[in-house]
Nanobody, 125 residues
Framework: QVQLQESGPGLVKPSQMLSLTCTVS??????????WNWIRQSPGKGREWMGA???????YYNPALRSRTSIYRDTSKNQFFLQLTSVTPEDTAVYYC?????????????????WGQGTQVTVSS
């Protein structure tokens, strides 16, 4: 059974860096040709694909967030990570990790094979 589990701080102060971890079980993150994605959803902005790291370690980013986003992995722990710098209250959202077959650059449910349950992140002083 494949499971993805997000973890990280629920509260981040403005201008700081948000760091999240997705721990994967049931499948290795080097499995051909899966991509490992970060997606967020907020009431005001809807769902937004942030980026992904492919099975071969190649990162892909939403151009709108590229300057603030870093996605990387630790294959020994079967984890991948999101860092988002210089956060503002507009970055408040539920953050999800999700698996796709290839990099899909989108937010539709049917593009993703597995989802984490999501973690709420609030940016506030």
């Amino acid at each position: 059974q494949v499971q993805l589990q997000e973890s990280g701080p629920g509260l981040v102060k403005p201008s700081q860096m948000l760091s999240l971890t997705c721990t994967v079980s049931g499948v290795t993150i080097t499995t051909d040709y899966y991509a490992w994605n970060w997606i967020r959803q907020s009431p005001g902005k809807g769902r937004e694909w942030m980026g992904a790291i492919a099975y071969d370690g190649s990162p892909y980013y939403n151009p709108a967030l590229r300057s603030r986003t870093s996605i990387y992995r630790d294959t020994s722990k079967n984890q991948f990570f999101l860092q988002l710098t210089s956060v503002t209250p507009e970055d408040t959202a539920v953050y999800y990790c999700a698996t796709s077959d290839g990099v899909v650059f989108g937010e539709d449910d049917d593009e993703y094979v597995y989802w984490g349950q999501g973690t709420q992140v609030t940016v506030s002083s």
